[in-house]
Each structure stands twice: as structure tokens, then as C-alpha cells.
């Protein structure tokens, strides 16, 4: 019994670090492409250097610039008055999802995508944080917290919560999550989100079967707090009107989106995640 | 033959009539769906499907469902094939097992009559009686056993075997008449198929006592036996004579094949011979095809494809040929031939044995078991020495007097007895004696039973000086007292002397038919020395005896009386003197059930109200079980089907090892469970110290204590800690769980039962040691004195099976096992220990018996007190042969536990040696 529970533990641990290494590999993968010029070259859109002023932080003085002449001088991004990024992922039960037909969990597959853009933002210097948390970083410890909070939160959200937290000025949302909430409650999420966040993306991951109702015989459907149940005698014969019902739902919700202005895109669990975050990558360079 | 099919409990087949409302029921419910949690479920709400199909369960499920139930209500009213007719009447059943030396022909059949018939009783909840018509070895009733249950008279059926000599029907009625019945008595005789003697006075007994039923074989099956042949009536190897002839009942069909072989050394297959046999014709002579110089191999005939006593034929040394040699006059003379006392001998052993004729040199060098030597003038010392030493390696010189001899008696050399010089002429025109005739031979004479004509007179003979053993090497005498024939032993070989001659010159005896069997029964005599002279010849000894069930040799146990020879050859056997090998010295007589055999005939004309059946080649099945196997097969296969259904054995991969482990769980059948007392569960978790109670409190008290003593002090010093100290009754307790007992003997000893004695046999036997003590000190170097205890122990052991046992030697493993002692004192010390050295056999070299006598035990306890003792003087001698005393004990127990372990200790250096090399 106890090395039952030993060996899940590990697998745990296993998830979470397996996950960052994935989500690593994948960041890498973004950065190769886009945000490496932007370190080498000295666009003046970019660096800029400004004489030290007392209102200036002690630490952003750049040492050598001031070597060179009389003043001194402090290094100035533009870009860092810019956005902070947060991150949600759905915690409720439905997000542990995975039919035989998949590597991930639809769980996993959003903490990978989340994080592999969390390590690409770190790696640009840009400032990242947990939905729920206004403490933001630059550093892998705050993509560990963040792979930590997505891996074990309690909270059994569908949507992000507009309530209790409420983002500094300017801050992007990155959320990931089936959406299969009503397509109501999504909206009315939505305004109330529209009123905090200066942009968002809305990723949307669902398991294959979620999609296409691949089962057989006769089954009894349950939602995840037992709260609503279907039984389905012959699933064959409605799979192609649910196939049509999914769609329609993800069609709206994309539209949803697109009229906040905000960048939508939908993830299957057995599709590539790579290819994926190709999809993003121009979404979110949008924004810089 | 069509099978039949019967029902023993049909009222539940009435169950079936229930399968369409099952039908019903079963197509109404549909099977459980499989549960899925979904977090789409909301997008399934109102969607309808159009088709509906396995909300019910599918027909052919249903069908298959239907079917397990049909077959599990079939298994209930228990089908069984091939029912066998019921049994007669109400009341107990008596079953009569046919176990007499036929009965071992057609046992199985036997046997699986009755247990069928067992069964059927057992169904009916009958009462039975088990009776046999033999009596078993060494007893001369036939055994009988009963009332009892199923179980048990299964247990005895399975236990039963056929014997090798006829049943004995006068002592069987005897038995049956016994029974003193209230209620009738429904008898089945599970017969042979032979009624051995006038069988009628038994049917009608048995019919008074109630119904009675014979079950016979088919006439092919019926019993065979192998006879001597009818042409000679005796046995023998000559050449184109039959060698042995086989009888069947006359009722076996036309031309009736057996076959029969002939078996040599080791058992090899010497020929093989098949006859055919018509009722007619229902004794046939069979001849074997067996090249000359293996004739004399052939040790016993058997009939292929047939069992028991009956079907083997066993050859003694009486039918095999010896090489004999006559020595012949070394000058090569014609002469006449009835004059040749080579003549005469060749017309006596021609037909018995292979003759050559030849020197002495040459017939020593020879192949040659026994050498005849006529009347001879002087030989040459070269050819007396050559034939000296051939007697005296093993050979069996025949010698004959004659008028050469009585000229040249030599000094008595290569001569039985000291002879006087110049013959007795009882007839002569000198003489007043009248011709002297043979007196019957005494029974220390190998020649004991055999007849001697009347019409016999001896002429002259030659006659021993009287000598203080002349008593002793005499083998035949005249009327008058005067030894005609007499041997002694010289080394390994024999020296024969017959005081008259081998031609007709002084007697008749060479031509008369005594002399013929004189000559073959010495002859026998040469198959190798005897030793003795003395011997007595009444009575024949068993060697080995046949085994009633297979038709094998076995040794023959104490129970098997010696034969009387009087009336060997006419006797049959019986439980007392089973069919086998007997004999005395070198002398065998081969018991041969076939001999002295009545004509076989079958049971027939029986009586009005006597049934008769066949046992059947096809047997009464109970197919409830098969039926059971069935519907769990069908269960399983419904079971895979509904998880295939619902979709789930796509997830039901062989690595789940609970699904695996399930149906093995379900196919293994159930172990029995093995219940033993708490008792021997104990003994056998730890070590025990065990002694023997004697009886004798205060002994008992004191052995107690030393042993505690020991236990303890092996538990400081050793590795060994034992777990506490037994006392043991061998008539009730287990021994087998000790590795070593102490056995104090005192002169009061209790006596021991048998029981007893069975079981320290079997620990004996089985790798205990026992450790006997006779604290008197009366086990001496050379013997054992005349003590109380020792004649105690005497008392004791009588019965026991114990290896010669010796003094212990100096380098004994006993004195290093664990200390190096020198001797072993006890409260005593001049005891020698006696036990069992040189053990070849697999006991690790642990004697099985230790004797000794110096009360060790006392000392033991004593050693555990001595630390108490107050005169300082007393106490130190005391601890010093206390603790000689204790590291005895300890050696004791190591010995007993590691064997010769130390004594292979003492190569480890040689080992050592040679593994670095």
C-alpha cells in the first residue's frame, strides 16, 4: 500500500518536472525563431540609454555605458513598461480527461502549452505571473510556481475567476481550458474579464473524444460533479449531431473572442503541441 | 453397443420447465451500461438515438445464459451413462472380492465392479460387508470386514490385493456361516470366474442368507494357468520335449490365442511361444526355441498379458542342466561296455545334465560343476593335486568304490572319511552275512524322501573306519548301520563318496531307478558348495516367494512357513506356504502353483435365483461434474462476451494481472486443507531435547533435569537452542520430529507394546537416534555384562531391527563433534559407548542406537547444581567430570545433528591443498 502511494508521488513529482522539461524544449523552439534578433541588435526603438535620475532605480544603471563618459547612464527598455502576462488554467476535474487515443491529459497538454510560453516570455524578459497572484517574475522560478499552482490547484474552476483577483493595468491573460462551460456563462465571464485585461488568449484544449464521440455500445455519460448525466443507448447514430453541436459551441466561443479582440486557439490532446505554439507564436508577437 | 443415459435425481429436471420465464425476464432487463465521466455531457442532453439495439441483450447471450442454467439443472439431476442396474433388495450389501491367485487376472476388473457397486450402495445408503475368499499370508481364515459405510469399504476395496494360492471354500463357508444376519443379506461374488473347489455348498448358504448375484469375465478373460507338460509331467530342459503346458476353462471360445515367454537372467525374454486353444483342446504342451547353452538360463515362464501367480512358472535348479564331468581311464582302452561304470553313469545323467568324459586335467580346466570319479587305480600326484584344488575352490567330486580302491586305499586322500582296506563282501561264498539293503534316508541326508525299492542289495562295499565325526558325514547307510554314502566338506567344495560301486560288479543300485535319482539329485547339490553336512533336510525354507498381484519375486517375510519336503511335490499352495522359491543350502525347489492344480472349471448350472452378469468394458459415469465443468466454461465465455459488449476489453489488457489471477482462481481446484495437532506444530518450529518415560518417576524427574541442564548449556555455548525438553510416549507420541532421544533404561522398564515398537522402528529407520543408558556401567569393551538393565534393555530392543553394533573407536566423530573429548564419563566413567560405525548407507553416518551405561543424565543435572555444593574438594572433582560430562552431551547433540560433518572437516586441509594447486 505505502509503495503504491510512494510510487504515485514520484509520478507526481515525475508530471511536474517532465512537464517544464517538455514545456522547455518547446519554448526553445519559439525562440529560435523570432525573439532572437532582438538581443543583438541595438534598435533604438529598443535600447535606450537615459542619464540617471534620482527617480531611477540604482540598479538598472548600465556600469560601462557610464565608464565611457562623465554621466551616468541607466539602461532603459522600452518594453518593460509594457504588459505583465498571467496565466490560468482550468483546475476542475473534467480537465484530467484522457481517452486511450492520447499521450496527454487535457490537463497536461494545457500545462505544457502554458509553460512552454511561460519559458519563451522569461526568455524575452518579459514579466509573468499567476492569474490569481499580482506577484509577476522573469526568472524559471516563476514558471516552476506557475507549473506547480496549474499541476495541483484545488479550485475546480471552468472559468477564470473575475472576482477575487483583478490585474494590474495593462496585463495580457493567457487561459487555457476546454470552455465547455454555456456558452452564456462564458460570455458574461468574458465582459466582466474584457473590463480588467488589456488582452488575452484563449486557448482552448479538448480531448479527441470530446470532439468526435468515438465510443461504442451503451453508455451512461456523467458530468464531473455528478450533477447531470445522459444515457446514451446506440452512440453511433447521435455522433455526428454531437460532432455538429461541439462545433457550433467552439465556432461561438472562437467568435466570442474575436470580437473582444482577443486571440483564440483550439488544441487537441492528440495533436502536436509544437505545432500549436507555432500557431500562437504570432499571436503573441502581435502584442510586443 | 448404445449408451445409455439415466437420471438419478430427475425431479429437478422439472427446473427446466422454468427456462422461458428466465427467457422473458432476461430479454426485459437490459445489461447495465458502462459508466463514463464526460465533461461534454451537456452536449449530449436530447440527442435520441435512432437505432436501440443492445438495450436488450442479444438473443444468442441469452441463449448462451439459458444454456448454463439448462446444464447446471441437468448437473442436478445427476446423468449418469451407462447406469448399472440397480442393486437387489434393501438391506446391507455384501460384496465377496475373488482374491485367491485367479483373481489376480481380471483385478481391475474386480476392483472397478466394486466400486461401482459401492457406489450405488452408497446412493442407496446401504450397509456393506466386504468379505475375501482367501486367506491372506500367514493367516488361515479369509478376511472379512464390516458393517461400514462407503468411504471405508472403498478405502479396503483399494487396499485389497490378490494372493497366490487358491482359495479354500470349506474355511469360507465357515466364515459365511459366522455371519449371523437378522436381515437378509444382498450378496454380489465379483468372481474369477473359477470355482476352485465344489462350489455348491457355499451358493446355498449364501442364498439362505439372501439374494446372491455372480459377476464373472467373459469367457476370454476367464483365468490361464502354466502347468508342466502333458507328455512328461515334470519340467525340464531336454531337448524336443515340451518345456511346460497352459490350461484354460473349457468354455473359452475356438481357437483361442495365448501367448506365453520364456524368461532368463535378469529377465530378459529368452522366447516367446503362442498357442491356440480350443475347448476341446483346453490343455496344450508348448516347446520353446531356445539355443542349448541358454536353455540352462530359463528361470521361469510367463504368460503374456496375464497377472498373479497363476500366469508364472517358476524353474528351480532341478530342471536346469549342470556340466558333469567322468573322469575316464587314462589309458584310452576298449572295453565292454557293460562293464564301464562310465556307461552306467552316462544311462543316469544323459537326460539331466551335459556330460563330458575326459582326464582329470582336463575336465578341472573344464566348465564342470561336479566331476564323477569310478573306481580309479592310483593317479598321478600332479592329477590329485589338480583335483584337490578343484574341490577345493568350489567343486563337488563324486567318488565310487570299487575294486581298485579297496587295493590302494591312499591315506584317505580326497576321500570323505578314512576308509579301511579291502572291501566287505557281504554275499561271498566266505561270508556269513547276508546281502545288506539300504535303510531310508535320514532327514540330515539330501536324500531324505526319496523312495527306495525293496528289491535293492548291496553286495560288497567298503567301510569306513569308525571315527569320533563319522556320525555327521554320513548320508545314507545299510540296514545294518554301515554307511554307503558320505561326504564331507573340503573348503568351499564337497566330497561325496558312495562306498559301493558304479557298476553292477557289487550292487544292483547302478541299475535300478534310485540310482538314477540319487545322481540327479547330487547333481543339484553341485550347483554350489553346501558347507555343511548336517544340514537337516526335512523341511525347505522359503527364499523368495510370488507376489499374487504382478507375478514377481519378492523375499519371503517371517509369516511364510517352511515346506516340509515330504510332501512338496503333491502339495498345493496355500496361505502358509505360498508359491515360490524354497530350499535348503544350495538345494532349491521351485513351488509351482500350476503343478498339483485341479482342472480349471468355470461356475456353472447355478442354482435357480443365482444371478450371473459379466464384468462390462463400459463403466458407469456420473456425468454431473462434466456438465458443472461445462457451465462454468460457458460462464466464462458469457463473461468475456458481455465485457467485449460493452466495450471494456478493449481496456482489458493481459497486464492487468487481477483479471489473469481471477480465472485462474476460479479454475484451480481448492487445496486441502492439512490439519495437524498444535502439538507437533510446536515440535516441529524449534529443537526439542526428547526422552523416553520410563515409568519410573523418580528416573524420569532426574533425565528431566539433565536434559534442562544440557538444553542450557547447549543454548550458552552452541548455536543450537533448543526449545525445551520432551518427555515422550512412544506408543502415542510422534517421534519423528527429534533428531536424537535419550532412552534411560531402567530394570523396572515398562514393557512395550507393539504399537511401540512399530513406531521406534519407523524413526529408527527413518533417521533417529536413539540414546540408550543403562547407568550401570555395564557396557564394557568386549561386551555387554549381565546387568539388570542390560537385560532390560535386551528385553527392549529383542524386537527392534538394530545394526550389529561395536565399540566406539578412538578417532569416533562422537569425541570432536564440537569438544575434543577422550572419553565420555557420566556420573560414572568406565562405560564404553557401543554403536554403529563404518554406516555406509544415507544417514549422514549418525548411528541409530547408542548404547552406554554411565548415567549421564545425573550428571548433567548435577553439573547444573554443583556450583551450590559446599565441600570445595568434592566440588571441584565433580565439575570437572560434570563438565566432561556436559561437553559429552553437547557432542552427543551435534553428532546427531551434523553427522559426519567434523569427520569430513578432517580432509579440509588436503581440500585446501589441492584447490590452490
New interface residues.
Partial sequence: MLSKLYSKAEGEAGTLSSIMFKARHHADHIISGGHASRKSGMGENFWQFKEYSPSDRPQDIDWRQSAKTDHVFIRQKEWQKAQKNFFWCASY???D?KS?RTEHSKREAASILLLSLAFAMINADEQIGLYSQRRTGRSDQSVLRIGEHILNDKHHLELPDTQGFIPPKGSILIAAG?F?S?LKDIEHRFNDLKASVHDALIIQVL?P??IELE??????????DHS????????P??QE??KA??KE?NEKLKALCLQNDWSYVLHRTDGDISRTLQTIKPLIELKE | MLSTLAFLNPVFLAALALLPVLWYLMRVMPPAPRKIAFAATRFLHGLVPEKNVPSKTPWWILLLRLLIIALIITALARPVLNPAEGLQGRGAVRLIMDNSWAGAQNWDKQQRAAQELLAQADRQNREIYIYTTTAPLGEEKPRTYGPMVHNEALAIVKGLSPVSWPANYEVLLNVVKDKKTDNSLDTIWLSHGLAEQPISPLISELQRQGSLTFIVPTPENLPQVIRPPLSTGAVSMELNDAAISIEVPSTIPQNFATSVKALGENGITLDVQTVELTPSKARQDVSFDIPDHLKNTVESYKLMNRKGAGAVFLLDAGSKKRNIGIVSSEENVETAPLVDAGYYLKRALEPHANLSLGTVKELTEGDNSMIILPDVAAMSSASLNALENWVKNGGVLLRFSGPKMAESINSGHLLPVQLRAGERALSGSLSWDEPQKISPFPNTSPFFNIDIPSDIIIKQQLLADPAQDLEGKIWATLEDGTPLITASALERGMIVLIHTSATPDWSNLPISGLYVNLLKRLSHLSSSAIGQTNTNYENLDPFLIIDGKTGGLIPAPATVKPLPVKNAQKKLPDSLHPPGIYGKGAQSFAFNIGVNLPPLKTIKNLPVGVGLDYYESDYEIDLMPYLLYAALLLFLVDWVVVLAISGLLSGLNLKRPASIALVALILLPANNAYAQSEDDLRYAKGFHLAYIRTGDQALDQKTYKGLEALAEALKTRTSVEPEGVIALNPATDPLTFFPIIYWAVSPTQDSIDSKSFENIQSYLNHGGTIFFDLRDQSTRKDNLANSPAAKALRKLTASLNIPPLEPIKDDHVLGRAFYLLSDFPGRLKDGTLWLQQDITNNRDGVSPVIIGSNDWAAAWAAAARTPNSRSRVTRSILTRQNELAIRFGVNLVMYSLTGNYKTDQVHIPHILKRLGQ
Fill in positions: 476535474n473534467g480537465m480527461y486511450n476546454d465547455l454555456d480531448d473524444d470530446e465510443f461504442s455500445g451503451r453508455v451512461q455519460f456523467e458530468n464531473f447531470d448525466s445522459e444515457l446514451i443507448d446506440h452512440i447514430s447521435v449531431a454531437y453541436r461541439i459551441h
